[in-house]
C-alpha cells in the first residue's frame, strides 16, 4: 500500500466481514457473495471509479463477483495467484490440499503449522512471524459453498493474472484458465503465496505497469 501511495494511487484495503481484525464477528451466512456486496458498497460509497480491483488466494473469488456488482466503477482486474471459479464451482474442485483443513461450524482454514509450513514457507522468519500473529481461519461459507455468478463471464474485463511459482494452489492450470478466458495479461513471480509480503518492490512493479 506504501508503495502504490507513494505512486499517486488512493488505496484501499478493506478487512473483509469475519476475517482479521473483524474475526470476532465471524458468524453463518458469510459467503463470497456477502464479501463482494463489501466490495461493491465500498466503490459506491466512497464514489470510487477507474478502479483496479486486486484479489489474491480466495479474494480472486469476491472480486469477480464485486466487479459483476459494480462494472462500471472498474478499470482492471487483478488476479495475485487466485481463485477465480466459474458459477456452480467450489474451491474444493480446484484446490488440492495436502492437508485437510481445519474446520467447525462457521470457520475454516488451514491449520496454523501448516500455514508456517506452507502457506508461510518463503517468508524471512520475522515478516512469518508477523503474519501468523494476524492469522485467522476463514467463514466456512466464503470458502466452501459453491460460487454464485451472473454474467462476469459473458463479459469482457482487462485484467491481468500474477501467479506465484513456488505456491502450489492455486495450481497453474486454474490461473491458465482464468488468463485465457479474460485474454489477460500474464506475469510471474518466483515466489510463495504471498508475493505483498515476500516481493513487495516487484509486486508494485506490475500493479503499476501499463496493461501490454
Not at 466452501?144 to 485484467?159: D, H, K, Y
Not at 497453474?172 to 485465457?180: F, G, I, L
Request: hydrophobic residues 45%.
Amino acid at each position: 500500500m506504501d508503495r502504490l501511495r507513494a505512486s499517486g494511487h488512493r488505496v484501499y484495503a478493506p478487512t473483509l466481514d469475519g476475517c482479521a481484525e473483524r474475526h470476532h464477528l465471524v458468524r453463518p451466512g458469510i459467503t463470497v457473495a456477502t464479501h463482494a456486496q463489501e466490495v461493491a458498497q465500498l466503490l459506491f460509497y466512497e464514489d470510487l471509479t477507474q478502479v483496479v480491483l486486486v484479489g489474491t488466494s480466495s479474494g480472486g473469488m469476491v472480486i469477480c463477483k464485486a466487479a459483476e456488482l459494480a462494472r462500471d466503477r472498474i478499470a482492471r482486474l487483478v488476479f495475485i495467484d487466485a481463485l477465480a471459479l466459474m458459477s456452480g464451482e467450489k474451491v474444493g474442485d480446484i484446490v488440492k490440499r495436502v492437508a485437510a483443513n481445519e474446520t467447525t461450524a462457521i470457520t475454516t482454514g488451514p491449520a496454523r503449522a501448516d500455514a508456517e509450513k506452507r502457506l508461510f514457507a518463503d517468508l524471512d522468519s520475522g515478516t512469518r512471524a508477523w503474519a501468523l500473529a494476524r492469522y485467522t481461519p476463514h467463514p466456512v461459507a466464503a470458502l466452501e459453498a459453491p460460487v454464485e455468478l451472473g454474467s462476469f463471464w459473458n463479459q469482457a474485463w482487462p485484467a491481468i493474472v500474477i501467479r506465484c511459482r513456488r505456491a502450489m494452489n492455486p495450481p497453474e492450470t486454474h490461473q491458465r484458465r482464468t488468463a485465457d478466458r479474460l485474454k489477460a495479461v500474464w506475469h510471474e513471480l518466483d515466489t510463495g503465496h504471498y508475493p505483498m509480503l515476500s516481493q513487495p518492490d516487484e509486486l508494485a512493479r506490475l500493479l503499476l505497469a501499463p496493461l501490454s
